[in-house]
């Protein structure tokens, strides 16, 4: 059972609740996830199961995408709708003061994380703190919003304005501070509604199985489950590859450097290489050195010595 599930993640649970369940399902420990989502949120989730447990830190720099809803008229103590709401003072914002807005956050921009965030202070988690009533002041972080239009815009309460928003963003983005700060902007105050998460890096909620056809494939039998998975390096594909035959193959398994020349016109520069067996297997991600293949990711088992006879 090794392998990426594009799991459709639902409103309610949590992503480690979803990890839990999977875990069960396939009956395997070795489950990780490719960036938590809210309870409140849904849509995208990476699972990644076996052995592709060791590909998911190539993951976690994974552009974003998202589908938010905005409320305006109203600050949230958590910035989310799960917070207590102060109405805002002052004229709510048109569609067009929105729009023009927008514009303002794109690119690299410096982004206040939510007081009630998993964020460490101290060695504490900044929701606890809140939750405690202490004061959080947690340091703004770098990020980057790569795009935001508006998908739809609902102005039948005209004091209460929603907009519907198409984010692509870097790792690391709190939405909720988006709506946050989008709503300072346009001098009145929102907060973050709802959430799809539609894309995380190449996977994509099109793509994605919800959790009643997760379940209903393991109670078909674990074939039938292997069936949604996909491939430990699917999403990899920019990677540069290397094929070894089977005694390179067998040292890698050891974790072993081997020797290899670089292809002309095709230099494996300094970053993750997928490592190929013959006949097209992944067997390791590995890093050029020195005219070296260094294995950083073995994915497979080292071959068992043959005894000695006596």
């Known amino acids: 059972m090794d392998g990426i599930l594009v799991a459709n993640k639902p ?3 949590t992503s480690h609740d979803v990890v839990a369940l999977v875990r069960r399902l396939a009956a395997t420990k070795r489950v990780g996830h490719g960036g938590t ?3 409140f949120a849904s849509g995208v989730l990476p699972l ?5 447990t060791k590909v998911v830190e190539y993951h976690l720099g994974d552009t974003k995408g998202y589908r938010a809803t905005i409320c305006f008229g109203a600050s949230s103590l958590t910035d989310d709708l799960e917070g207590e709401l102060t109405p805002a003072d002052g004229q709510a914002p048109s569609r067009a003061a929105v729009e023009a807005a927008l514009a303002g956050f794109l690119g690299e921009i410096s982004q206040r994380p939510p007081a009630y965030s998993a964020i460490k202070v101290a060695g504490r988690r900044a929701y606890a703190m809140a939750r405690a009533g202490e004061t959080v002041e947690l340091a703004e972080r770098r990020v980057r919003i790569e795009s935001l239009e508006i998908h739809d815009w609902d102005d039948r309460d005209p004091a ?3 907009a519907v928003v198409d984010v692509r963003c870097s790792a690391g983005t709190y939405v909720r501070a988006l709506a946050r700060d989008l709503g300072a902007a346009v001098g009145s105050a929102a907060y973050l509604g709802a959430l799809v998460r539609t894309a995380s890096g190449p996977f994509t909620l099109e793509d994605a199985t919800a959790l009643d056809d997760v379940r209903a494939a393991a109670a078909e039998g674990p074939d039938r489950l292997a069936g949604l998975l996909l491939p430990v390096d699917a999403g990899l594909e920019a990677l540069p590859e290397a094929v070894l035959d089977p005694a390179g193959v067998a040292a890698v398994a050891r974790g072993q450097f081997v020797r290899t020349g ?4 095709e230099p494996y520069g300094d970053g993750p290489i997928r490592v190929r067996d013959e006949a097209g297997a992944l067997v390791a991600i590995a890093r ?4 070296r293949l260094a294995p950083d990711k073995v994915l497979v088992d080292a071959p068992t ?4 006879r006596a």
Do not use: C, K, S, T
Not at 262 to 265: A, F, M
Not at 305 to 308: C, F, L, S, Y
């Open 11 to 13: 409103a309610g649970p």
């Open 37 to 39: 989502l809210d309870p």
């Open 48 to 52: 990644f199961l076996g052995r592709a």
């Open 160 to 162: 209460r304005p929603i």
């Open 262 to 265: 670089e292809r002309p016109g």
């Open 288 to 291: 050029y050195q020195d005219g």
């Open 305 to 308: 010595p043959v005894p000695a």
